[in-house]
């Protein structure tokens, strides 16, 4: 166990490396911020005093090195815009964005799963029709325009629910929340449904393919030969069986729901992660693009591993062993 | 004779398909005292594995029971309510199945699988369940029962597997055992050893049992009496003397004619001619007559069962004659 969480993390090293490369490559070619950093007004000698100063005058390699070297100090550069560090910056607003993630991921699996299975046992059934057909829609409506729709829905024609905004926050472990309280928990719930839509289409779907084939399996039928109630059969001898592809997906996604949550950040006015992500590519403001991107990298390997972990609870047959390579 | 233990009447089982209505079940009769070991043989597809699921109410959509009674101690089964099937199940009548690779639960352990069993019908402690499904491992002969159920089926082989699952279905000490091909993959060696046990068993315990086969040769060694299916409905039924000895039925006659032989060494097997017939669409009365080195015009028209007996009974217009078998046996 220890052996693989080792070698699990070595690998991990071995991706962050390989993306701290490519990010820094890659900002390079989207363009020259002092354009968009200094006053149109600026002379010449202004504008090279500020490349100086900002480093921008060095080779690409020598500007790479100088980053690394710094990130291993836990410093990723300071922003060009704010003039604060940059990951500060980005970690500041990781919270709202996890909150918002989570929060969808939650309604996700706990809308998703009872549904799959319902349309998965009865799939002829009326009710498993219409499930898969909302499912569809879940997946084929773009997400800004769902988003949209619920604020003209429920924020202007009905007013149950504000438009945007965290609302009231509340402090736990030193780091605002907006679950909380009551305010803040009515902040997040459009939000959390809009980002939660692609993801809930996407739970039902895999419940729905898992059980249709874990219900025709012998040992349904033979735990049902053994004389269990249906609640036992289907909440576990089903249940635990097609959990594994789920975490599968929901690992990768919750991932992709906090690096994309994007677009959700934008239509509600959510103070997150991605909403500074969009603003800093706009403003070409380097470190903060390369906290951002590094932060996800890290996220990703972190909720992969956890993946893996749970993996080994649900599914006997897998040994998280050191031995082989 | 007293009211056997169980008694299938007429039982139907149809699919209900898009391509077709497939009668797998088609108006199938057995009889089973206390205690009687019931060989219920065919090939692929004859409905004898849908027979025994039609018996439980365990055939999956679009499967269904349409007709027939199945009377387990004077109680119809078809048409009893889900409850009260689920208190038969398991504790009344138990079922193993073919294959013990995909009876267990990969993700739950063994002995999850055999405390739900105990408690789904009796209130009892996981402590004393755990006691009992761990008397019940040491019955069927696996050594260190209490580290085997900590352990998940897949580290168990296939022979060990099928050992549980015998242990589960025996645990309630049922009265009626359904076997499906239950040692068909398995080896040749491990198949004797279960077949021995189940038998010894079935015999301490006084519990019935129907074992759904293909196999003759399994049956002429476990069983009291024989039904042999064909195309969903029994075409010969007997005690096994009689149908090994004096098969009158021309599918069961060519059935054995297929079983190699110690006696019959160096005679060339024969084979039976043709296939079996598509369940969706079954030549017109005998199902069997196209294949039939017997058959008539007769043919054309279903025969019903008949014999000597209610239990010595088979279904052909131009039976074998009675000590004919025209082999070198």
């Known amino acids: 166990m220890l052996v693989f969480i080792l070698r699990r993390l070595a690998q991990s090293a071995v991706v962050v490396v390989a993306m701290s490369v490519l990010v820094f490559a890659g900002i390079f070619a989207i363009g020259n911020p002092i ?51 940059a990951l500060g910056l980005v970690l500041q607003r990781f919270p709202a964005t996890l909150e918002l993630a989570l929060c969808a991921m939650l309604v996700a699996v706990v809308l998703g799963i009872p549904l799959g299975l319902w349309a998965g046992l009865k799939p002829d059934s009326l009710a498993g029709r219409i499930i898969m057909t909302g499912s569809i829609l879940g997946f084929s409506l773009p997400t800004f325009w769902v988003g949209m729709m619920l604020i003209m829905a429920f924020a202007v024609t009905l007013g149950w629910l504000p438009a945007g905004g965290r609302g009231e926050t509340a402090s736990l472990f030193g780091v605002p929340w907006s679950f ?53 059969v289907v909440g576990v001898h089903i249940l635990k069986n097609i959990m594994i592809p789920v975490v599968t997906i929901l690992g990768l996604e919750l991932g992709s729901v906090i690096a994309f949550s994007v677009v959700t950040e934008t239509v509600f006015a959510w103070p997150g992660m991605g909403k500074l992500l969009i603003d800093s590519i706009l403003q070409l403001d380097r470190p903060v693009v390369i906290a951002y991107l590094l932060v996800t990298v890290l996220l990703f390997v972190v909720i992969n591993l956890i993946v893996d972990l749970v993996y080994s609870l649900l599914d ?3 040994r998280l062993g050191g031995g082989r390579a | 004779m007293t009211e056997p233990l169980l008694r299938v009447d007429g039982l139907k089982t149809h699919f209900l398909t898009r391509a077709g209505t497939v009668k797998a079940v088609d108006g199938v009769s057995l009889r089973l005292d206390r205690g009687e070991i019931l060989g219920l043989v065919g090939e692929s597809g004859s409905g004898k594995s849908v027979t025994g699921q039609s018996i439980l ?7 269904r029971v349409v007709g027939g009674r199945v009377l387990f101690q004077g109680e119809d089964l078809v048409g009893a309510g889900e409850k009260r099937l689920r208190a038969i199940r398991g504790r009344r ?43 019940a491992l040491v019955r069927v002969g696996i050594a260190s029962p209490d580290e085997r159920l900590a352990a998940y089926p897949h580290q168990f082989s296939g022979g060990m597997r099928q050992r549980v699952a015998i242990a589960i279905a025996l645990l309630h000490s049922p009265d009626l055992i359904i076997a499906d091909e239950p040692t ?14 189940v038998q010894k068993l079935c015999r301490e315990t006084g519990t019935a049992l129907i074992w759904v086969t293909h196999d003759l040769a399994v049956v002429s060694a476990l069983a009291d009496r024989v039904a042999v299916m064909y195309a969903g409905r029994v ?6 003397a009689e149908i090994i000895g004096n098969p009158r039925h021309p599918y069961t006659r060519g059935l054995l004619e297929s079983v190699p032989s110690r006696n019959r060494r160096g005679v060339p097997l ?41 239990d010595r009974a088979w279904r052909c217009w131009n039976p074998v004659a009675a000590e004919a078998r025209g082999d070198a046996a």
């Not at chain 1, 803040?184 to 895999?206: D, E, M, T």
């Not at chain 2, 109410?57 to 499967?63: I, S």
């Not at chain 2, 075409?235 to 096994?240: A, F, L, M, Q």
């Open chain 2, 235 to 240: 075409v010969e039924t007997g005690t096994v």
């Open chain 2, 184 to 197: 068909t993959a398995l080896d040749v060696t491990i198949q004797a050893q279960i077949l021995f046990e």
């Open chain 2, 57 to 63: 109410g365990l055939v999956d959509p679009p499967g």
């Open chain 2, 93 to 135: 009548i138990a079922m193993i199945f073919q294959d013990p690779m995909m009876t267990l639960n990969p993700v739950l352990s063994i002995g999850t699988q055999m405390v739900e069993a105990v408690q789904a019908h009796e209130k009892v402690g996981r402590a004393e369940a755990w006691e009992r499904s761990r008397r």
């Open chain 1, 180 to 232: 909380l309280t009551a305010d803040g928990l009515a902040h997040l719930i459009l939000p959390a449904v809009n980002l939660a839509l692609f993801k809930l289409s996407l739970v039902i779907r895999l419940a729905r393919a898992g059980t249709r084939e874990v219900a025709l399996q012998d040992y349904v039928k033979f735990a049902r030969a053994k004389g269990l109630a249906p609640s036992r």
């Open chain 1, 35 to 85: 354009d968009v950093l200094i006053s149109p007004e600026a002379d010449e000698f202004e504008r090279a005093a500020a490349i100086a100063r900002l480093g921008l005058d060095k080779p690409m390699h020598e500007q790479f090195l100088r980053f690394v070297d710094s990130a291993l100090g836990g410093d990723l550069g300071t922003s060009f815009v704010h003039g604060v560090p």
């Open chain 2, 270 to 310: 024969r084979s039976i001619p043709g296939m079996t017939p598509s369940v969706l669409d079954l030549p017109e009365g005998c199902a069997f007559h196209p294949r039939c080195d017997r058959s008539t015009g007769a043919c054309t028209v279903m025969p019903e069962l008949s014999g000597e007996r209610e």
């Open chain 1, 316 to 318: 006997p047959r897998i």
